[in-house]
């Protein structure tokens, strides 16, 4: 991976369905050059996959909340990962480290909404205690950070 790779990704970050012939333009080399330099990173596993960025609010999903979930005992894990899987209002959940066992993205229309959600998430066996916090503005959504590589 070079500059000029990580270019590309970044690029393709903020608009993935930007043609080859346009990034070719802002990276300078070749179309055949740039689709290369793509189809290697997809290869590589670099670029695993392309997708969209919904916008919440306009589907009726105005509150973001941020739940952190403490689970009984380590052996509840495969059963709460399991029951969240339908949970559409749950668009992102990471097992972690600290005071908290996971940390839950959820997506939803009203404070009474997040109420039912978080009756719904506590009755889950195993789980023995959640700290919400409800989201005021997103200041920053990447997917994934792409770092500046300085030019030798």
Not at 15 to 24: K, L
Not at 123 to 143: A, C, P, Q
């Amino acid at each position: 991976m070079d500059r000029i790779d990580y270019r590309i990704l970044k690029l393709l970050q903020e608009n993935s369905r930007q043609t080859a012939s346009v990034i070719s333009q802002d990276v300078h080399l070749s179309v055949s050059a740039v689709t290369e330099r793509i189809r290697k990173m997809e290869q590589s596993g670099v670029i695993s996959g392309y997708t969209i960025v919904v916008n919440e609010r306009k589907l009726g999903m105005p509150m973001t909340a941020i739940m952190e979930v403490s689970l009984d005992h380590p052996k509840y894990f495969d059963s709460f990962a399991a029951a969240i899987q339908d949970m559409d209002y749950v668009v992102a959940c990471y097992y972690q480290t600290g005071n908290y066992d996971l940390l839950l993205k959820i997506s939803c229309a009203s404070g009474d909404e997040l109420e039912r959600i978080h009756r719904g998430i506590m009755n889950l066996e195993g789980v023995s205690d959640t700290m919400t916090h409800v989201v005021l503005k997103n200041v920053k959504n990447i997917y994934s950070s792409i770092r500046k590589v300085e030019e030798e």
